[in-house]
C-alpha cells in the first residue's frame, strides 16, 4: 500500500470513528491479560513505561537526595573560616560527587525518566517501541549509579571535580584508582542516556496517535525530540573524551601530555562541547514540562505554541555554540572568545522567547489557580530569569574574567539548573503523580515544599553573587578569618538547611502517598491532553484521533469514548502487545508493531553490562570476562523475542486495515539503527577534531621526527578488504531466502563477509605494528582510530552470528529482514569510518 492508499484509508476510517457499536464481550479482559505486570519478585522484569518510568524518576529523586546530603557536608566545611569538619582530600571527594552526581545521576536521568514516563500516555500509545531498551537503561544506570556511590565509603570516590581536567587526572599526578570510579560512573550514564534517545527519537516519531501531526505535538513531545538530538549530537563528545581519559589512564597513550604530543585542552574541548549545551540539555524537557503545568493553571491554551517550539530547536542549535564559553581564561584566540561570547548571549533569545510565553498565558488567564504546581512554576520562571541574567553577564568576556572560577560562577550555575529544572521537575511530580499513582500529593505540605525551598534556594546561592565579587574562588576547602567571607557563608549554610527541609517535606509525601493501582487519582488538575485517558496498565483503552493541542478540553466525550473502546485499536488482535506505528509528519497508522513484554533478560543484560565495567575498574579481567558474556548472552535472549510474524492485516477499528510487519526504511528497528549510525558518527567526528586539534597545537610531533606513518600498501589492502566486506553483507541481505529455500548463498556471502571483517582489521593493525601508541600522541591517535574500529567489529560479529543463527533456526528469511537490514547500516557505516580514517591517518604525510 502506497502513502497515499493508506492516507485515503485513514480519511474513511475517521469518518466511521468513533465507533458506537458495542465492543464483542470478552476484549477488554484479554486486554487486561496481555498487558498485565508481572507478580511478586517478577515484577522487577516489567517493562510497561509507567511502572519504568516512576521507578526512573524515583531512581533519579534518590541521586538528588544522596547529593544534596553531599552539598550540606560541602556548607558545614564552609560555614566558616579554617573549619576542620572535613579535610582536604574528603573535601575533594565530596565535591566531585556531588556535582558528577547533580549532573550526571540526577538531572539527565531525570528528565529522560520524565520522558519514559508521560510521552506514550501524551500519545496515547499503548508504550514505547523498545519498552526492554528504557527498562535496561534504567537498570544499569540504577545499579552503576548505586556502585558509583558507595566509592566515597571506600576511599576510592573521585576527586577531581565533576569536570575531570586532566593532566591532573591523568595517570601522572592521580596514579590511583579514583579517577577510573568516575569514569565508571559517566559510563553508565553514557549507555542510558544514549539508549533513552534511541526510544525517544523513534517513539516520538513513529508511535503516536493517529491524527496527531507535528502541529499537534504536545510542547513536551517537541522538548524531548530536541532534548534526544541533542542527546545523540553533544554525548558523543564526551563518550569520546572518556574513552580517551582510560585509555591514557589505563594504556598510558598521551592524549593530554603536553610533553609528548598532547594536550589538556583537547579534554576540556570535547568536554565543554557536551558540558555547556547538557545545561539546555537539562532545560529543554523542564522548559516542556512548564509549557504543559502552565496552560492548565490558567486554563487557557499556551501563548505562542509555534513561537515556543520554534525557540526549542533555536536553543538546541545554538547550544552547541556555546561550549568555549567556559574556556575564555584558558588563552584561546580572540576571534574565538569574540565568535562564543556573542553565541552565548545570542543563546538567551530562545530561552527569553519560553519565558514570555509562560508569562502571557499567565496574563491570558481570567483566573489562577495558585495550586501546588502553579507555584513551582511562577517560582521556577523567578529563578530561572535571575540565573539567565547573570548568564549574560558571564557572556561578556571582561566580566568573565574577573569571575571565572570564583562563587560568583557557583550562583549563576545553581540558579540556571534550580530554576530551569528543578523547580519544573517538582511541579511536575505533583501534577503528574495522579496519572500514575492511586493518591494525588498533598496540597497543604507542597506548599510548604515550595516556600521553605523557594526561601532557601535564593538564601543560599543569591548571597554567593556577592561572595564571588568579594573574591572567593571555588573549590575551596577553607579560607582565612581576614577574608571577611564567614558570615557570607554562614547565611548560604543556613539557607542550604531550609532548602533541604522543602526537600525533605516533599519525599515525606511520596513515601505516604505514592502507590501504584487501579484506578489512579485522575486528572485532579484538569488537564486537556491525552495523558489524562482513563488508564490501565495497556494505558489507553483506545487510541483516538487527535485534531488539537488539548483535545480532552475540545471533546469532553473524548475520554468515556476512549475508555469504551470506540477508537482505534481497542483490542488485542494478535493477543500479544502491541501498538500502531504512524507516520512521522502526518501521523498516519502505517503497521502494527509488537512490543516485547516483561522478561528477564534486559535485567540480566543491565547486570552483565554492570559487572563487566565494575570488574574493569577494580582490575578484574576473569570476572569482567564472565560478566561480558552474561551481558551479550542476555542480549542475544532478548533480541531472540523481538522479532514479528509476517501475517494478514489487521483491523485496527473504522474499517481500517493495516499490516502487522513491516521491513525497510517504514520499520521503526531501522530508524533506531540510523540513530545509532548518528551517535557513532558523532563520536568519529570528534575523533578527527581530536586529530587536528592536537596537530595544530604541537605539528612537531605529528608525525615525530623518524617515525614513519602507517604502510600505504597496507592502508590501501585493509581498505579494499573492509569494502570487500561491505559488498558481501550487501549481498547476503539480497540473498535473503523465502522460507523453505537453499540458504546456501546466504551463507556464504554473510560467513564471507565476517572473513574478510577480520582480515580488514588484522591488516589494518599490521600496516601500524611499527608505531607505540604510548610513546607520542601522535601513535595514540593513530591506534585510536583501530580502537573505534575494532569496538564496531566486535558489535557486528556478535549481531552478525545472532543473525546467522536466527536464520538457521528459520526466524528470519526474505520478508522478516529487519535484523539483517539493521546489520547492514551498521556494517556500511563502519567500512566509511575505516576508509574516512585511513584517508586523515595516510593521507596526512601529504598535509604534513
Known amino acids: 500500500m502506497t502513502a497515499e492508499e493508506r492516507f485515503e484509508a485513514f480519511e474513511k476510517a475517521k469518518a466511521n470513528l468513533p465507533d458506537r457499536a458495542p465492543r464483542p464481550e470478552g476484549e477488554l479482559e484479554l486486554l487486561e491479560k496481555v498487558w498485565a505486570k508481572p507478580r511478586g519478585w517478577r515484577v522487577l522484569t516489567v517493562v510497561n513505561n509507567d511502572y519504568v518510568g516512576s521507578w526512573y524518576v524515583g531512581a533519579a529523586l534518590l541521586f538528588f537526595v544522596l547529593a544534596g546530603i553531599l552539598a550540606l557536608l560541602i556548607r558545614l566545611q564552609l560555614a566558616m573560616p579554617l573549619n576542620e569538619f572535613m579535610g582536604q582530600e574528603t573535601y575533594n571527594q565530596v565535591f566531585t560527587m556531588h556535582g558528577t552526581i547533580m549532573m550526571f545521576l540526577f538531572a539527565v536521568p531525570a528528565v529522560e525518566a520524565a520522558g519514559v514516563l508521560l510521552l506514550p500516555q501524551m500519545f496515547a500509545a499503548r508504550d514505547l517501541p523498545f519498552p526492554r531498551l528504557s527498562a535496561f537503561a534504567f537498570w544499569a544506570y540504577l545499579i552503576g549509579g548505586l556502585v558509583f556511590f558507595t566509592s566515597l565509603f571506600w576511599g576510592v570516590a573521585p576527586d577531581g571535580g565533576w569536570f575531570m581536567y586532566p593532566p591532573h587526572t591523568s595517570y601522572v599526578f592521580s596514579p590511583d584508582s579514583n579517577q577510573d570510579w568516575w569514569l565508571l560512573g559517566i559510563g553508565f550514564i553514557e549507555i542510558s542516556a544514549i539508549a533513552g534517545a534511541i526510544e525517544i527519537v523513534v517513539g516520538t516519531l513513529k508511535t503516536r496517535s493517529p491524527g496527531m501531526t507535528l502541529d499537534k505535538l504536545p510542547v513536551f513531545g517537541w522538548a524531548m525530540l530536541v532534548f534526544a538530538a541533542m542527546i545523540i549530537v553533544g554525548f558523543p563528545a564526551v563518550i569520546l573524551s572518556t574513552i580517551l581519559l582510560e585509555l591514557e589512564r589505563a594504556f598510558h597513550w598521551p592524549f593530554f601530555i603536553a610533553g609528548q604530543g598532547g594536550d589538556p585542552l583537547l579534554w576540556q574541548h570535547l568536554f565543554w562541547f557536551f558540558g555547556h549545551p547538557e545545561v539546555y540539555i537539562i532545560f529543554l524537557p523542564a522548559a516542556g514540562l512548564m509549557s504543559m503545568i502552565i496552560p492548565v493553571v490558567a486554563r487557557t491554551s499556551l501563548v505562542g505554541y509555534r513561537l515556543v517550539v520554534f525557540a526549542l530547536i533555536a536553543t538546541g542549535f545554538i547550544a552547541f555554540g556555546v561550549w568555549a564559553h567556559h574556556m575564555f581564561a584558558t588563552g584561546i584566540p580572540d576571534i574565538s572568545v569574540s565568535f562564543f561570547s556573542a553565541a552565548s548571549m545570542a543563546v538567551s533569545i530562545p530561552a527569553g522567547v519560553q519565558v514570555f510565553a509562560w508569562i502571557g498565558t499567565l496574563m491570558a488567564a481570567k483566573k489562577i489557580e495558585f495550586n501546588v504546581p502553579a507555584l513551582f512554576s511562577i517560582g521556577a ?453 575505516a576508509l574516512i580514517g585511513f584517508v586523515i591517518v595516510g593521507g596526512f604525510k601529504v598535509l604534513a
Open 381 to 833: 520562571i523567578v529563578i530561572f530569569v535571575i540565573g539567565g541574567l547573570t548568564g549574560v553577564m558571564v557572556a561578556m568576556v571582561p566580566f568573565d574574567w574577573q569571575a571565572h572560577d570564583s562563587y560568583f560562577v557557583v550562583a549563576h550555575l545553581h540558579y540556571v539548573l534550580i530554576g530551569g529544572m528543578v523547580f519544573p521537575l517538582f511541579a511536575a511530580i505533583y501534577y503528574w503523580t495522579p496519572m500514575v499513582s492511586v493518591n494525588a500529593l498533598s496540597e497543604k505540605r507542597g506548599k510548604w515544599a515550595f516556600w521553605l525551598m523557594f526561601a532557601g534556594m535564593n538564601l543560599t546561592f543569591m548571597i554567593m553573587h556577592w561572595t564571588g565579587m568579594m573574591g572567593m574562588p571555588r573549590r575551596v576547602y577553607t579560607y582565612l578569618p581576614e577574608q571577611g567571607l564567614g558570615t557570607v557563608n554562614l547565611i548560604a549554610t543556613v539557607g542550604a538547611f531550609v532548602f533541604a527541609a522543602g526537600i525533605a517535606i516533599v519525599m515525606l509525601d511520596l513515601i505516604q502517598k505514592f502507590r501504584f493501582g487501579e484506578p489512579p487519582a485522575g486528572n485532579v488538575y484538569g488537564g486537556g491532553t491525552l495523558e489524562w485517558l482513563p488508564q490501565g496498565d495497556y494505558a489507553a483503552r483506545s487510541m483516538p484521533v487527535v485534531d488539537s493541542l488539548e483535545p480532552l478540553w475540545d471533546h469532553p466525550e473524548l475520554a468515556e469514548e476512549s475508555d469504551k473502546g470506540q477508537w482505534f485499536l481497542p483490542d488485542s488482535p494478535t493477543g500479544r502487545r502491541e501498538t500502531i506505528v504512524t507516520s512521522p509528519v502526518y501521523a498516519v497508522p502505517q503497521y502494527m508493531v509488537t512490543i516485547p513484554g516483561p522478561s528477564e533478560w534486559h535485567l540480566f543484560a543491565a547486570i552483565g553490562t554492570a559487572g563487566f565495567f565494575l570488574a574493569l575498574t577494580v582490575k578484574l579481567l576473569s570476572l569482567a570476562a564472565v560478566f561480558a558474556i552474561l551481558a551479550v548472552y542476555s542480549v542475544w535472549r532478548w533480541m531472540w523475542e523481538l522479532e514479528g510474524e509476517p501475517g494478514p492485516d489487521i483491523a485496527i477499528g473504522g474499517g481500517m486495515k493495516i499490516p502487522r510487519y513491516v521491513s525497510g526504511p517504514m520499520n521503526h528497528g531501522v530508524w533506531a539503527a540510523w540513530v545509532l549510525v548518528t551517535v557513532l558518527g558523532m563520536i568519529f567526528a570528534c575523533s578527527i577534531f581530536a586529530w587536528f586539534f592536537l596537530w595544530g597545537r604541537q605539528p612537531g610531533f605529528w608525525p615525530p621526527a623518524g617515525l614513519l606513518p602507517p604502510t600505504t600498501d597496507g592502508l590501501l589492502a585493509s581498505g579494499a578488504l573492509y569494502l570487500a566486506s561491505g559488498f558481501a553483507v550487501w549481498r547476503a541481505t539480497a540473498s535473503l531466502p523465502a522460507k523453505g529455500e537453499s540458504a546456501v548463498r546466504y551463507a556464504l556471502w554473510q560467513g564471507g563477509a565476517l572473513v574478510l571483517l577480520a582480515a580488514a582489521f588484522a591488516v589494518e593493525l599490521i600496516s601500524r605494528w611499527h608505531i607505540s601508541p604510548s610513546a607520542n600522541a601522535y601513535g595514540a591517535m593513530v591506534y585510536l582510530y583501530s580502537f573505534l574500529n575494532g569496538e564496531v567489529i566486535a558489535m557486528l560479529a556478535i549481531y552478525a552470528a545472532f543473525n546467522i543463527a536466527a536464520f538457521w533456526k528459520g526466524r528470519m528469511d526474505r520478508e522478516r529482514r529487519v535484523g539483517q537490514e539493521c546489520l547492514q547500516i551498521l556494517w556500511l557505516f563502519l567500512v566509511a569510518q
